[in-house]
């Protein structure tokens, strides 16, 4: 009967495991009720067997169960009197330490952190190898135990030195470099040339100890000088590092070459996703979402991707679905947090994203972006006081460095009172790195907002010449509008609008240039029915207005008592503007759709209703349907060629007088 368990084995070594499953459950059960089928070892085999067979077809709550019976019929074996020669069967079993890894890998499929830490833990500390010492870290890692965490990763690095995960554990939890090096280098030192590991632990140590600067550094001598050049998991810790201190364009650069290298990465996929989605590079994002790849193989970083590429494209809903997806694979994922944040900021549940944004400062609480969308949040709440505590302990956290400086500045400028305050500190910013172009932005509108216009055109075109921008160009079209330097903005608008055609204010800029130079040209005003052949405009006036042109003429000499000719002032003459170049004119022609015809400025047309009072006497306070009316009703005879050259000679002398 042994060749039944001999069909169990060649079953699950040719991995048919839905095979397994069927015949260990049936095999199991009658040998409960006939014991001689099944010698001891070849049933608790089955019973590993078939908890094996369950675990790889991810049925990871059945598996823990099998395996919990495996260890509950070895316990009952070697505690039975009556079994011949107890020590030669207990040789044969598989050891409880391995069963017990398995039933730890169920609970932590299945998010049962706790629950897996409590498995490990019955296993002595003297039988506890690499594996269970491994796993046993990056469990207390995630669980805050970081004592634990280190102790295990130590244990790891002396029984297998070259674990170079464990080292970073190491590094990431606080401990020196040189004291991870020596660990690693104790047990390597007869593998010959390893300078390269010494550098490796050296930008690893300075990445975790937030020295960003001098990670990439190192991390960029790795890829130019030894023979790690284009090694995929280097670019991405220096993409990374690029990444946290806030250089996003080189990080982009770094982390899209890592990518050409794998498309199917996985670290690093999400901060891609991140400055893709920050640049408006939606076909390349889109990019990265590999169609090859299946449901079942998508980690939190691929969750993520999908998320960036959704909240791109204004689909807020949806990517905050999937953001939570990630959320739930790994719980304690910074990136996955700091986008449920900002989508649920964008969707205005801020109390929702305060949450989102303080749990990723919980857990990294040296990262840029929680603090700055906790900002956001109190803002958009109308919570200043607690949006400046929040600045002021990003500036104690993360150092005084540009962004956190420039980040207090902007909470600053809320309030009228401390804005000569965030004046100071975005000085101060600038004097750190003057590249900072967040900074310049905040500082030119304070310029602009103290009427120091052209302190503000200087910061801003020294910027667009080290590195032009749209909104660079942008603002500094709208400074060169308000000084009257209409030439200036326009070119820079036009750069502005080069660089980002969809660029709004760049494009409402040169218009607000185009109608002021309009209303500036000294003309006559004609409808633009007249201009077409059409006679709409009279109508609409008459009708949706209730003007007539009577009304226009009385409104002009009654606000500017104007009259024909020049105005003496000491010892200058000025010439007094025609009625459709006021400014209330000029509001009210706009109100209703009438153009300006241009007219040289010389040609000084008199007030016609001055000229010829009794042409419009039958015309004076009607309205009219059509031009052809207002025709028809127009009477020459009123006003015949004595009382016409008349007024001509009184409007004559009355210029020469003056």
């Given at each position: 009967m042994t060749g039944l368990f001999d069909q169990i084995k060649l079953l699950f070594e040719q991995q048919l495991y839905t095979n397994v499953v069927t015949l260990a459950n049936l095999v199991l059960s009658v040998s409960e009720h006939n014991p001689d089928i099944l010698t001891v070892p070849e049933k608790f085999q089955t019973y590993v067997y078939y908890g094996d067979s369950l675990f790889y077809l991810s049925q990871y709550r059945k598996a823990e169960g099998i395996y919990r019976k495996a260890l509950q019929f070895k316990k009952s074996l070697l505690k039975s009197k009556g079994t011949a020669k107890p020590q030669d069967n207990q040789k044969e079993l598989m050891p409880d330490i391995d069963i017990k890894y398995q039933i730890h890998v169920c609970h932590v499929n299945l998010k049962q952190n706790h629950q897996a830490i409590v498995v490990l833990q019955s296993i002595p500390g003297k039988l506890r190898n690499a594996k269970i010492n491994m796993a046993l870290a990056k469990l207390y890692q995630q669980g805050g135990m970081e004592r634990s965490a280190i102790t295990s990763y130590k244990e790891v690095l002396r029984e297998c030195p070259l674990a170079l995960e464990a080292a970073e554990g190491l590094l990431s939890l606080g401990v020196k470099g040189i004291e991870v090096n020596a660990l690693v280098l104790e047990g390597a030192s007869n593998f010959g040339n390893m300078d390269w590991l010494n550098s490796w632990i050296k930008a690893h140590a300075?990445?975790?100890?937030?020295?960003?600067?001098?990670?990439?550094?190192?991390?960029?001598?790795?890829?130019?000088?030894?023979?790690?050049?284009?090694?995929?998991?280097?670019?991405?810790?220096?993409?990374?590092?690029?990444?946290?201190?806030?250089?996003?364009?080189?990080?982009?650069?770094?982390?899209?070459?890592?990518?050409?290298?794998?498309?199917?990465m996985q670290r690093g996929l999400d901060i891609l996703a991140a400055l893709l989605t920050k640049e408006r590079k939606h076909k390349e994002l889109e990019k990265l979402l590999s169609p090859s790849i299946t449901v079942s193989e998508y980690g939190p970083e691929t969750w993520i991707a999908m998320?960036?590429?959704?909240?791109?494209?204004?689909?807020?809903?949806?990517?905050?679905?999937?953001?939570?997806?990630?959320?739930?694979?790994?719980?304690?994922?910074?990136?996955?947090?700091?986008?449920?944040?900002?989508?649920?900021?964008?969707?205005?549940?801020?109390?929702?994203?305060?949450?989102?944004?303080?749990?990723?400062?919980?857990?990294?609480?040296?990262?840029?972006?929680?603090?700055?969308?906790?900002?956001?949040?109190?803002?958009?709440?109308?919570?200043?006081?607690?949006?400046?505590?929040?600045?002021?302990?990003?500036?104690?956290?993360?150092?005084?460095?540009?962004?956190?400086?420039?980040?207090?500045?902007?909470?600053?400028?809320?309030?009228?009172?401390?804005?000569?305050?965030?004046?100071?500190?975005?000085?101060?910013?600038?004097?750190?790195?003057?590249?900072?172009?967040?900074?310049?932005?905040?500082?030119?509108?304070?310029?602009?907002?103290?009427?120091?216009?052209?302190s503000a055109i200087t910061l801003l075109e020294k910027q667009a010449e080290l590195q032009p921008t749209c909104k660079l160009h942008q603002m500094l079209g709208d400074l060169l509008a308000r000084v009257h330097e209409e030439e200036k903005a326009l070119e820079h608008y036009s750069i502005a609008l080069n660089l980002d055609p969809n660029n709004r204010r760049a494009l409402e800029g040169m218009h607000r240039i185009d109608n002021s130079s309009s209303k500036l040209d000294t003309s006559y005003y004609m409808t633009v029915g007249e201009e077409e052949g059409g006679d709409t405009t009279y109508e609409r006036i008459a009708d949706s207005e209730n003007e007539t042109f009577c009304n226009v003429h009385r409104k002009t000499r009654d606000r500017n008592n104007l009259r024909v000719g020049t105005l003496g002032v000491g010892s200058s003459t000025t010439t007094v503007p025609l009625a459709h170049s006021v400014l209330s004119v000029q509001e009210f022609l706009a109100s209703i759709g009438m153009t300006v015809a241009p007219l040289p400025p010389t040609l000084l047309a008199p007030y016609d209703i001055f000229v010829f009072p009794k042409l419009k006497l039958a015309l004076k306070g009607r309205k009219f349907r059509s031009i052809n009316v207002i025709h028809s009703r127009t009477v020459m005879g009123e006003a015949d060629e004595s009382e016409t050259e008349a007024v001509w000679s009184d409007m004559d002398l009355e210029l020469n007088s003056q």
């Open positions: 300075h990445l975790h100890n937030r020295e960003y600067g001098q990670a990439v550094a190192t991390f960029r001598q790795l890829d130019e000088r030894s023979s790690l050049r284009d090694n995929l998991s280097l670019l991405v810790a220096m993409g990374e590092s690029y990444y946290y201190s806030g250089d996003h364009k080189n990080a982009l650069i770094v982390l899209q070459r890592a990518h050409a290298l794998d498309p199917h998320a960036y590429f959704l909240y791109a494209t204004k689909k807020n809903s949806k990517a905050a679905y999937f953001a939570q997806k990630a959320c739930f694979l790994s719980p304690r994922n910074v990136e996955a947090l700091i986008l449920k944040g900002a989508i649920l900021l964008d969707l205005k549940k801020f109390q929702d994203a305060v949450m989102h944004f303080r749990e990723a400062m919980q857990v990294s609480p040296h990262r840029y972006e929680p603090h700055r969308g906790l900002v956001d949040c109190y803002i958009a709440m109308h919570r200043l006081r607690e949006a400046l505590t929040i600045a002021s302990n990003a500036c104690k956290q993360l150092g005084q460095n540009p962004r956190a400086l420039t980040l207090y500045a902007s909470v600053l400028m809320k309030d009228p009172v401390t804005v000569c305050k965030a004046k100071s500190i975005l000085e101060k910013a600038l004097a750190q790195d003057e590249m900072y172009l967040p900074a310049v932005y905040l500082l030119a509108e304070i310029y602009e907002q103290e009427m120091a216009l052209e």
